[in-house]
């Protein structure tokens, strides 16, 4: 028993040693290495390391895509039309050295650094551009412009590379789309008033033809009307007859 004492303790003192002078760096990570707090190494591979006890300080950070969900921000197109646009980002590290320098590690400050840098991206783009070219299928070429504008300026300052940049959707403030449906709803019901209009003009024009003339009760009169005259007072009397609900039919069947 007082053998296995000392045995026990030079395990448990190697594997405090093995703990602060070994480390391992994942395939999802990326890492620097760190002395007295000066960057002595950077973009550590993955693998098995070795580090100095109590000097050496490994900071690892996820290489994976990250995605940045954006606050809906407000932007003016070339026509000065005011836009709600709700946009992402996928984004990962690509220089971890850069990355470090420019945001200390911390991943928060490297995603409000860049949601500054989309919305001036999306800004400038939207002001460049009108309603119907950004909604329209020029919005590929808006997001592609958009990335490599982003990856020019955020490449070389925070390290980093845009995978991807989506816009999700893209609304009219409340006050101006409240007026714009209001005015598709007016539009809409002239429109109805106007084919409804249309229709009963033909309908009219088919059932008292402009040469045809009210009929006096003279029987020398109506002996001198002419074939034509009376089939169309025969379909006057006959339309006269029928319920409205055929008579709406009728006219759609002929606008159609």
Known sequence: MNKLIPVVIAL?????????????????????????????????????HIKMPLADDVRKFDSRVITLDAQPESFLTAEKKRLIVDSYVKWKIADVDTYY??????????????????????????????????????????????????????????????????????????EVSGAY????????????????????????????PPSVKKPSLKLPLLVSLSNYEVRAMRRQRQLMRLPITKILSFMLLYAV
């Not at 190697?14 to 703990?19: C, E, H, R, S």
């Not at 592609?144 to 390290?159: E, F, H, Q, T, Y």
């Open 12 to 48: 448990f003192l190697l594997v405090i040693i093995a703990d602060s002078t070994l480390y391992v760096v994942m395939e999802t990570e990326r890492a620097v290495k760190l002395r007295f707090g000066r960057l002595v190494e950077t973009d550590v591979q993955p693998g098995l």
């Open 101 to 174: 320098k420019a945001t200390g590690g911390n991943e928060s400050q490297a995603m409000n650094r860049l949601a500054k840098r989309v919305n001036d991206g999306l800004r400038n783009q939207f002001g460049t551009r009108t309603l119907h070219e950004v909604v329209s299928g020029q919005r590929d070429e808006l997001m592609k412009a958009i990335k490599d504008d982003l990856n020019a300026r955020v490449g070389s300052s925070l390290g980093v590379e845009v995978v991807d940049v989506r816009v999700k959707r893209i609304d009219l403030p409340s």
């Open 181 to 208: 449906f209001a005015g598709c709803r007016l539009s809409g019901k002239k429109k109805l008033v106007n084919y409804v209009r249309r229709v009963w003009s033909r309908l009219r024009r088919f059932v008292h």
